[in-house]
């Protein structure tokens, strides 16, 4: 009986997590994905930035420090939202919390003058950056105004056996890791091998472009997840190839901003 209390427990507090956008695995395989197609010469000038560190490793650092007080500031900022045409405007910044693209322009910002700037300052910018780029991709980052997106639904675990979850987790961390039990650089080597026109192709645009395709892309998900819906299989098998394409388009975008800025 005691067993069964601290399993359940167990089970409630997992089910309740934080909600922090893509997990460890979605953050990291999009900053390797980028890593992967940055320039000698700015790869070697962001890791100098970065106390020697690659951009991996940082890829999940807005996350760890969002509700410390000195970066409470950006907590409202792993968030994007769309209108009724899907396209982000200035009209829907709320200026007390931010939002994804909102960090993401002020960073870039920054950035273009890097040469100008503190290290420290160069270095949380680009931190900034890492993350912001892999959240406006995760669907259940993107802020619809046309569709709830606070629901449960119940996902089946690996023994078929289903759970409750808040949808957003769902898209967050649940198909990942489900579905792989790859290494973040085995993920991003099976996911990196579009050919160099297609790379181009994807990573064309300002962030706003980004997040306006990405929320087209994304929208299927209310009508493959709705309130309370029984996810298994079927649902992995069209739900993880969309959860590889955002983190695939985040990871060339990403590198496309990075080699914009400091090659
Ligand atoms: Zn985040």
């Not at 962030?207 to 299989?233: I, M, N, S, T, Y």
């Amino acid at each position: 009986m005691k067993k069964l209390l601290i399993l359940l427990l167990c089970s409630a507090l997992f089910h309740s997590g934080p909600v922090f956008g893509w997990g460890r695995e979605g953050h990291e395989t999009i900053a390797k994905i980028a890593e992967r197609n940055l320039t000698k010469r700015a790869k070697k000038r962001i890791e100098k930035y970065l106390g020697g560190h690659s951009i991996v490793y940082y890829a999940k650092w807005m996350d760890e420090y969002r509700k410390t007080p000195e970066y409470a500031f950006t907590d409202g900022w792993h968030t994007a939202p769309v209108d009724a045409r899907l396209h982000y405007s200035d009209e829907l910044l709320n200026p007390k919390r931010g939002n994804a693209i909102y960090g993401l322009e002020s960073a870039i910002r920054i950035l273009e003058n890097y040469r100008e700037q503190s290290d420290s300052t160069v270095a949380v910018n680009l931190k900034y950056v890492i993350h912001l780029v892999g959240d406006m991709h995760c669907p259940a980052h993107i802020k619809y105004a046309t569709h709830d997106m606070k629901y449960d639904v119940l996902f089946e675990d690996k023994y078929r056996k289903a759970h409750k979850f808040y949808v957003h987790s769902v898209w967050d961390n649940e198909i990942i890791t489900v579905s792989r039990i790859w290494s973040v650089s085995e993920w991003a080597d099976e996911l990196d091998r579009l050919p160099k026109s297609d790379k181009q192709a994807i990573a064309a645009g300002t962030p706003r472009d980004w997040l306006h395709d990405a929320a087209v892309c994304c929208e299927v998900q209310f009508e493959w997840a709705k309130p309370d819906a029984r996810l298994g299989q079927d649902f992995l098998n069209k739900a993880l190839p969309l959860v590889e394409s955002q983190i695939r388009k985040a990871g060339y975008r990403l590198a496309r901003l990075l080699n914009g800025l400091f090659d």
